[in-house]
């Protein structure tokens, strides 16, 4: 009798089946669509190709490319095609590596042609001609000695170096063969590179290989696959609308930021405009937070080396570390972060149950070493000022003050408009710190906080840091991306390398727990997802400019300055525009500064005692009292809308 081993299914329905049936014929067997549509299994918690045989009871699920997990394999099996198309095209060709990214793909690649726009639409012509083939990705397993002796009669030196990471010799490692091409890859793969419809490579730019600018630069091709036409069709509009609204170009256009090169990459040069929406903001957010409960605090720039050897910034982070600089005989360093600075300042008194919780808050400039390879804009920057936050409380305390900052969070990312957030609670991950019970209960009273919320959650098993689990929240701009801004995390490390301790009602000493707490992230970063999100069209609360007032001719610039004098008595921010150009010059001006509002001024409005008003994207709004505009600007400020 054959032998028959069981299926269990998502939806909690299982189904015996012959021991060794593939994940392909499982899935056949409930739908030939479904079947069709599939690209990859998780068999028992691992992702695996379709064609892996199944040998005892097992859980299956299947995802589509409308799953996270079957975009990923869809674009991993994406750049394996590239590769073999540039293979193809340039037999020389040496490979580095090639994940999948948030969207689409990339490969490092290293040829003796500068490639070019031409080399790219050749390549992804080359792309389809393989895909029209139709080979499938076979996976096959070698001894590393195997693999080594593979990878040397290729001569390609990067994979060899990736396999001498591999420690032992009698480890398998796995190599996936797609027609004539063969890749170093721990998979999974699609079943066929037919399934690679529609394909259009983006850019290509310089990359060191393993990030490291001592070696050698390879070409870092990036593209984008996707089953349909229509999907690629709608990516690349979303692509030309992201390049309207990137914040470099909107930066520039507006006179916000800048950035020198020559003077230090990865500093924020901020100019007056860009400087008034930082104020804006900043204003905000103290007085927010001193009216829930937090007190604020400055603290240095920079400490003594042994600071950071007892934080265990040194032993974890170093890396990201500027080097240190050498006063009195001591190294200092500046901070990449803030919290042993509050730690110092919790430390320099005896604390009772009496006090706490203690909330503190800090915008605080921290300074990071980021390769210049990864640096972009406002978004990854070497010198950024955290809005930085923590929490020192009891055991008891820890479920009230999570669901506080919860609520906190929420009402400041929905106060700058962003109404879609998604909350993910973060796990305990592999060489963390920490009792596996501390864990647990730190775990459940993050759930616990947002359960009491009513807000839905997905679990990040084991995505949590090594010193605490945390809940990140990701919020969706006007594109529909997602970005992390906020960030609860437990930090069961610092307490204890600094001594922490607080006078418990029973008169004993006990470790307070610390929480690290971020509400917008980092200045510089909110500031360029805000530009991208609003396109540069900040609402009049944000905007650095909340009118522009312009006079038809010269002969009103008195009735202009009269209006200037009025609307800077309500602190408003104001542009009183005196060029001696035209009318219809100076409104397509500041419509392209995108200031939301102007006031036209000539020779009706003065007889009048009125003022003319334009909004930003609308155009003439009609005439208005001065009083009732400022009326009417205000509540929009006021309301932030």
């Not at 775990?443 to 807000?455: D, G, Q, V, Y």
């Not at 999100?533 to 300055?561: D, M, T």
Request: a negative charge; charged letters at 30%; hydrophobic letters at 35%.
């Amino acid at each position: 009798m054959e032998d028959k081993i069981l299926i269990s299914f998502p939806d909690g329905n299982s189904k015996k089946f012959p021991k060794g049936v593939t994940a392909f014929e499982i899935v056949k067997s409930i739908s030939n669509r479904l079947a069709e549509e599939t690209l990859v299994a998780e068999i028992n918690g691992k992702v695996k190709d379709l064609n892996s045989k199944i040998t005892t009871d097992s859980s299956v699920k299947f995802y589509t490319f409308d799953d996270p997990k079957g975009k990923e394999v869809y674009w991993h099996s994406s750049s394996h095609l590239m590769a073999h198309a540039v293979q193809s095209i340039f037999p020389e060709a040496k490979f580095g590596v090639g994940p999948a990214i948030d969207a689409g793909f990339y490969y490092d690649i290293d040829i003796n042609t500068k490639l070019t726009e031409t080399d790219l639409d050749n390549i992804e012509k080359k792309m389809l001609e393989i895909s029209h083939e139709n080979n499938s990705f076979q996976r096959v397993e070698l001894l590393k000695e195997e693999a080594i002796q593979f990878f040397k009669e290729k001569g390609d030196q990067y994979k060899l170096e990736i396999l001498s990471d591999i420690i032992r010799d009698e480890d398998q490692v796995s190599l996936y063969h797609e027609g004539s091409f063969t890749d170093l890859c721990t998979g999974p793969h699609l079943p066929g590179a037919g399934k690679i419809k529609h394909v259009k490579l983006l850019t290509v730019s310089g990359s060191y290989w393993r990030g490291d600018e001592k070696n050698k630069q390879l070409q870092r091709i990036y593209g984008i696959t996707f089953p349909k036409k229509k999907q690629l069709d709608d990516y690349l509009t979303f692509l030309e609308e992201a390049k309207k609204r990137d914040h470099r170009k909107l930066g520039k256009q507006l006179d916000l930021f800048s950035i020198h090169e020559e003077a230090g990459a990865g500093l924020i040069y901020w100019h007056p405009k860009g400087s008034r929406i930082r104020n804006t903001i900043e204003t905000f957010w103290r007085k927010e937070h001193l009216d829930n409960g937090y007190d604020l605090l400055y603290s240095p720039h920079m400490g003594k080396s042994w600071l950071w050897e007892k934080s265990g910034h040194l032993g974890f982070y170093k890396e990201s570390m500027y080097s240190p600089m050498k006063i009195d005989d001591q190294d200092y360093y500046v901070k990449p972060m803030n919290c042993p600075f509050h730690i110092m300042i919790y430390k320099s008194q005896l604390r009772s149950y009496r006090d706490l919780p203690l909330r503190w808050a800090e915008l605080g400039t921290v300074y990071r070493y980021e390769k210049s390879g990864v640096l972009h804009g406002l978004l990854r920057v070497r010198g950024f000022t955290q809005d930085d936050a923590h929490i020192f409380c009891t055991h008891d305390q820890m479920e009230s003050e999570i669901i506080e900052v919860v609520r906190f969070s929420r009402y400041m990312l929905k106060s700058f408009g962003f109404e879609e957030l998604a909350f993910y609670v973060a796990t305990k991950p592999e060489g963390s710190v920490g009792d596996d019970e501390t864990w647990e209960t730190a775990t459940s009273s993050l759930k616990h906080a947002l359960e009491k919320e009513n807000l839905k959650y997905e679990m990040d098993e084991g995505g949590g840091a090594f010193y605490g689990p945390k809940i990140d929240i990701k919020i969706k701009d006007a594109l529909n991306r997602e970005w992390q801004l906020s960030t609860v995390q437990f930090d069961f490390n610092l307490p204890q390398r600094f001594e922490m301790k607080y006078i418990g009602e029973d008169g004993k000493e006990h470790q307070p727990f610390m929480v690290h707490r971020a509400l917008l992230g980092s200045i510089e970063r909110f500031m360029g997802i805000l530009i991208e999100h609003y396109g540069g069209s900040f609402p009049p609360w944000l905007a650095p400019v909340q009118v522009a007032v312009i006079p038809v001719s010269q002969n009103y610039f008195e009735y202009g300055k009269l209006v200037v004098e009025e609307l800077k008595k309500h602190d408003l921010k104001i542009e009183f525009d005196q060029r001696n150009e035209k009318i219809g010059y100076k409104i397509r001006d500041w419509e392209t500064q995108k200031v939301p509002y102007m006031i036209i001024v000539g020779e009706k409005e003065k007889e009048s005692n009125l003022i003319s008003v334009r909004q930003h994207k609308k155009g003439d709004l009609g005439s208005f009292g001065l009083t009732e505009f400022i009326d009417k600007l205000q509540f929009e400020i006021n309301q932030k809308n």
